[in-house]
């Protein structure tokens, strides 16, 4: 563990907020002071900083690796902003793009043609984690004269609702 002022700021907060209420047990201040050194350390480490986790949307990031990208997807987000930030995928063709991430997973659909855009990769990245993340991530590759021009990263819900035009499709039939 690195200790940090972060660190030590949040454990003196936890530190007088277990002495302030041990205080209220017991007003004898050495008993109440020994109790809350013995007690923060626990109640940091299992209470106040796994709830900050949770709530917190931060998550572990990693350097773009190709093999990892192909071996784990539900831990692709780990390393999807280092792939967009170090614009490693511009320029490239679309077999490299191939060779590095994997054949993709859909296609984007394209009103203009009427159909999915072969020019459109995307790439489920997995559920960041949370207890409030209610999406999931995805990465938009854009090639345009067989070379990417653009890498995004955006989110769609975890339940697909069935658009409209499925939904006339059925009826006509």
């Known amino acids: ?8 700021v949040f454990l003196l907060i936890v530190f007088v907020l277990v002495f302030l209420f ?3 047990i017991d007003k004898r201040k050495w008993l109440t002071f ?8 626990f109640i940091y480490f299992y209470g106040f900083y796994p709830m900050v ?3 917190s949307s931060y998550h572990h990031e990693k350097y773009f690796d190709s093999s990892s990208w192909k071996s784990s997807p539900s ?3 780990e390393m999807s902003d280092d792939l967009v930030a170090s614009k ?3 320029g490239r063709s679309k077999d490299d793009v191939k060779m590095l991430l994997g054949t993709y997973e859909w296609l984007s659909w394209n009103d203009t043609i009427h159909g999915k855009d072969p020019n ?12 409030m993340n209610d999406k999931k991530d995805n990465i938009l590759i854009v090639f345009k004269h067989n070379r990417v021009v653009d890498v995004e990263l955006y989110q769609a819900p975890l ?3 069935p658009n409209d035009v499925d939904q006339s499709v059925n009826v006509e039939e």
Do not use: C, D, H, K
């Open 53 to 55: 986790n949770i709530f």
């Open 34 to 41: 020994i109790i809350s050194i013995i007690a923060t350390p």
């Open 22 to 24: 041990v205080n209220t």
């Open 120 to 131: 459109y990769w995307n790439y489920g990245l997995g559920i960041e984690p949370g207890a």
């Open 75 to 77: 831990l692709r987000y």
């Open 88 to 90: 490693e995928l511009i």
């Open 159 to 161: 339940i697909e609702e």
């Open 1 to 8: 563990m690195i200790l940090s002022i972060t660190l030590i």
